[in-house]
C-alpha cells in the first residue's frame, strides 16, 4: 500500500498517511487519459463560429439578366455561393461540442492521472490548508516553504474562503473542489496539494466499487 508524508504549512513532517492501491497504484493507461482530455477541452468550446449562407449575406434577389440568349452562364442570384461576396456553402454553424463521456471512464482517467503523480513524487499532502488571513503573498511564502516553484493545483473541500481569496491572483496556482477535480487538471499542472481530509474523501470517493 502506498504511503505519502504529512506536513504541516511549516513543511515540517507531523506524520504520514496511507494510500488506497486502486487510486494511487494504477498501471498507466494513455488511451483513457486521451478520452478524457479530449472530453475536457470539447466541454470549453464556446461553439459561437458561423458563416453567412446565401440567405443571409447581403444583396438582391433579382434575377441578374435572362435566362437564355445572352450567352453567358445561367445565374439567379448575385448571393450565389459562386460568386464573390456570396454565401458560404456547409460552413460552421453554432454548435455544442460537449459530449458524454462514460462517468467510468472519466474516474479511471483521474486514478491514472494520480497515480502518475504519485509515482512522480509530485503529490504534496498538508495537515490542514487554514490560512491566518486571504493576502496572497502570504500563500506564496507558504508555497515557497512547501518548495513549490512551479505551476500547482491544490485541491480542498469548499468553504476556505481564506484560500479562495489568497490563490486567485497567482499565476500558475489553481484551486479546485474535490468534487470538481478532472484528470485535465492533475495533468495541466506540475505538482498538487491535498489537505489530508481532501485526499481521504476523494479517494474514498473515485475507488472503483467492487460488486459483492
Do not use: C
Not at 87 to 108: A, E, N
Not at 134 to 144: A, C, E, I, S, Y
Request: net charge positive; no cysteine; proline share 5%.
Amino acid at each position: 500500500m502506498p504511503s505519502v508524508e504529512v506536513k504541516s504549512l511549516a513543511n515540517k513532517k507531523v506524520g504520514s498517511l496511507d494510500l488506497r492501491d486502486d487510486v494511487f497504484a494504477v498501471p498507466p493507461n494513455q488511451h483513457v487519459l486521451w478520452e478524457a482530455v479530449n472530453h475536457y477541452l470539447a466541454s470549453l468550446r464556446r461553439g459561437t463560429h458561423q458563416t453567412k449562407t446565401r440567405g443571409e449575406v447581403k444583396g438582391s434577389g433579382r434575377k441578374l439578366w435572362r435566362q437564355k440568349g445572352t450567352g453567358r452562364a445561367r445565374v439567379g442570384s448575385i448571393r450565389s455561393p459562386l460568386w464573390r461576396h456570396g454565401g458560404t456553402v456547409h460552413g460552421p454553424q453554432p454548435r455544442d461540442y460537449s459530449y458524454r463521456l462514460p462517468r467510468k471512464i472519466l474516474l479511471g482517467a483521474l486514478r491514472v492521472a494520480l497515480s502518475a503523480k504519485f509515482a512522480d513524487q509530485k503529490l504534496l499532502v498538508v495537515d490542514k490548508l487554514e490560512l491566518e488571513n486571504h493576502k496572497t503573498k502570504d500563500l506564496r511564502q507558504t508555497l515557497d516553504r512547501l518548495g513549490v516553484d512551479r505551476s500547482l493545483l491544490i485541491v480542498e473541500g469548499n468553504g476556505n474562503q481564506n484560500l479562495e481569496r489568497a490563490s486567485r491572483n497567482l499565476a500558475g496556482i489553481k484551486l479546485v473542489p474535490t468534487h470538481t477535480l478532472h484528470a485535465y487538471h492533475v495533468l495541466s499542472h506540475d505538482r498538487i496539494l491535498f489537505s489530508q481530509a481532501a485526499v481521504e474523501k476523494l479517494q474514498n470517493a473515485i475507488a472503483p466499487r467492487r460488486t459483492p
